[in-house]
Structure formats: C-alpha cells, structure tokens
C-alpha cells in the first residue's frame, strides 16, 4: 500500500529519547464553540523531550549541524525511501512542520514548550530541510534579536505559512517583540522590531503581503495589519477576542471581527477591507463566541434558561437563525464536529460527565435548524470543561469529538462512546 504511494518518509530526532507525538493548535478562545479542523489547516507534529531526561544541559544553547544517519538495509523498499537525521539540539520541544504538497522543505523549530517560564527559556533553534528532511540548515544565526554580534537570539513562539503560497512564511517572538518574515523558504530571512507581542496571524488568501496578527499579550488585544508582508504595521481594532478572513463560491471575501464588549459578551463585526473598519458591519450581537465552518457561521449566546446556551447558525453568510435541541438537558459547550451541504453534526456538552451527540435536520430554505439525538455519552474532549485531571489534558489541548466519516461512503461514519459514570 504505502509502496503505491510512493512515499517519502524521514525520521527526525533528537539528542535524547522522545516521548511522545502529537498535533497541537492552542485554542485560547473560544471558551463554549469549537469546530472540528479543517483537514488543509497548518498542523505542526509536536515532539516531546521526556520530561525525565530534562535536567542540566537543556537549556544550553547548542549550534551544533544536523547529521544524517544513512538507513538499515532494512529499511530500504523500492518506492520507500527511510532514513533518520539527528539535529543534535538539546531543547525541550520540536515543532515540526512539512511546507505541503509538492514540497521538499520540512521546518523544524527547536524550543522550550510554553510550560517553562519565559525568563528562564532559552533562545530557540531554526532548521530548514529543502530535500524532504535529509539534510537540515541550521538557520539560527538568521534570528538574532538585533544587528549586533552580541545582541542573542529570538524566542521563536510559532510560524505560519500562507496556505495558497506556503514560501511565504511568519515567525514570531512575542516575548522579544519580534516578526521574522521570508518569501523564499527561508533562504532569505527579514527581521521587523515591533511595538507589540506578535501572537496569532490570520493571511489574506490571495495575497501573502496581507496578513492580520494578534497581540495576546497586552489586556487591550490589539489587532495590527501589515500590506508589505511585515515591514510596517497598522493598528486596525481593539478588545479582539477571534478573527477571520473567510470566503467561498457564491460569497466574496470578508474580515470578521469578534469585538469585546463591557460585560462579557461581544459583537462580531464584518468588513470588505479590514484596513478600514470604520465601515464595518455588526453581523451579531452579544455573542458569547463566533466560529466559521464551511458555508456556515455560528454563534452562541447566554440563553434564557440560567446556565445554558443557544446556538445560532448562518449558511452561506445569510442571517442567523437560532437552532432547537431535542433535549431538557443544559447545553453548556457545543463542537461542531462535521459539517456536510445539509448536515451538521453537533457534540453538546450538558455536564462533566455527558456529552451527547445530534444531527442537524435543516428545512430547504435553511432557515430552521432542528437537532434529533444520534449518540449518547458520545466521547467529546472540552478543555477545561470535562475530562478535568485525567490523560487527555496531558496529551492535547485540542477538543475534539471521535467521530469519523468514512471517505467514499455517504452518511456513514464511526464514532465511540464514553464510559457512564453514576
């Protein structure tokens, strides 16, 4: 099977044993909506030290080039190509990332995971692979904090490449108040000083030069816009809690703004050209939080009923139509957990320890959206809100539902259930 794929497969090390690989994508917000990721989202392999062997040396700083280790004879298969690279680099965690289809250049980011403190971390390590993870550049010395030869080197947070044109790609250090920019892959790396803790990017998808990014950092959460792909920056909006460049056929391009409101909740707000929101357009009020999936929009809000919520829903960027659940329960959370033409799956969390599973049954005109029960005690994962204190906090931050839909059969899809608890 894999030999008909003809596949490619490269193992990156590091200096010591790992303990563990997983996909990790932080979600600081939302707190009560989440949708399930999309399958051509940016998706880094994390890379773990154990957390056993992290004593002593590392947090040394460690420059030394990656090797390659040539492959067993074993390992060898006629469209099967192994081999293992050792980058020698003493930190806590690797985040790895291959550019995408058609690519040979696989990013490596070599840091101390977000758990240590940020006075006490060491400055990150930089590798470029450009023949599938044969070889790797160490392309530290293109991230010093200054044009000094002593002025130390960045604390690199995250890296993001534009989806349509992945050479274009943003690093970021939030601690240093730093931006690093490249449109070739890295061969050529630009620095930009800003005013700012550089956060989360949003790229215009047709235009790499455009890109939105958030400040986490400070308590007004100011959004910044760049037209020169990093050089300069515009202060654009304030009190962001989400962002979004979304479009599709039959719909234009538009910037959605969730905006912070005195009290808690928040207005989503959109516009044609983000560079002037003065003329943006409320599309919701007091949201409790905003999500985009597909053709359709979502958007919670405090429900009548003291400790629950209602769901409201868009398709195709129309108006919002309050959903109804066929259940007495609380819904407390909601993961839009697929997302077909005419079908949306929705896991509900109703307390710690339930959380049940409904299918969407949509009039013609899309404007009523009612919910049947398809699974009980259907396994969902709500940081921070079930599953407190056991494995799955230590091993993503992602929520998440376990179902699945089998590719090339209509309607059918698998999904497991969670123990009962009495």
């Not at 490596?108 to 470029?128: G, H, V």
């Not at 928040?266 to 409320?282: G, I, K, Q, R």
């Amino acid at each position: 099977m894999l030999a008909a794929l003809g596949l490619k497969i490269g193992l990156i090390t590091l200096v010591t044993v790992i303990s563990c690989v997983l996909s990790v994508q932080q979600h600081d917000y939302p707190v009560n909506l989440y949708v399930a990721e999309q399958h051509n989202n940016q998706k880094y392999t994390i890379i773990n030290r154990n957390i056993e062997e992290n004593t002593g040396d590392v947090l040394e700083r460690n420059k030394r080039d990656a090797t390659t280790v040539p492959p067993h004879p074993l390992e060898t298969h006629k469209n099967i190509s192994t081999w293992t690279t050792h980058l020698n680099d003493g930190h806590q965690q690797l985040m790895v990332h291959w550019v995408g289809e058609g690519s040979d250049v696989i990013i490596c980011l070599a840091r101390d995971s977000s758990s240590r403190s940020k006075e006490n971390a060491s400055s990150s390590a930089l590798y470029i692979s450009y023949d599938y993870g044969k070889n790797f550049i160490n392309k530290t010395e293109s991230f010093r904090l200054g044009d000094e030869a002593d002025s130390g080197y960045a604390q690199l947070d995250k890296f993001f490449n534009h989806p349509k044109y992945p050479e274009f790609c943003v690093f970021v250090d939030s601690t240093n108040k730093k931006i690093y920019y490249t449109q070739d892959n890295g061969r050529t790396i630009h620095r930009s000083d800003v005013i700012f803790h550089p956060s989360e990017i949003a790229f215009d998808e047709e235009i790499p030069n455009r890109y939105v990014i958030l400040d986490k950092v400070n308590s007004t959460r100011n959004l910044y816009m760049t037209l020169d792909g990093g050089k300069t920056f515009k202060l654009i909006q304030n009190y962001v809690k989400t962002f979004f460049w979304s479009s599709g056929p039959g719909f234009p391009k538009v910037f959605y703004v969730e905006r912070w409101k005195p009290g808690g909740n928040s207005t989503v707000l959109s516009v044609d050209d983000p560079t002037n929101m003065v003329n943006a357009h409320e599309l919701f009020a007091d949201a409790k939080d905003f999500q985009i999936k597909i053709d359709y929009m979502f958007a919670t809000k405090q429900s009548k009923e003291k400790n629950s919520l209602d769901l409201y829903i868009s398709h195709q960027r129309g108006p919002f139509f309050k959903a109804e659940f066929q259940t007495e329960l609380d819904l407390s959370k909601f993961h839009i957990a697929d997302v077909t033409d005419k079908r949306i799956f929705v896991s509900v969390m109703h307390t710690e320890n339930l959380s049940n599973l409904y299918v969407s049954e949509i009039s013609r005109n899309f404007t009523q959206y009612n919910f049947v029960l398809s699974l009980e005690h259907i396994l969902s994962y709500f940081p921070d809100g079930n599953w407190k204190d056991s494995w799955l906090e230590d091993v993503t931050e992602d929520p998440f539902t376990d179902l699945y839909r089998v590719e090339g059969l209509k309607g059918i899809y698998i999904t497991s259930g969670s123990p009962v608890y009495s």
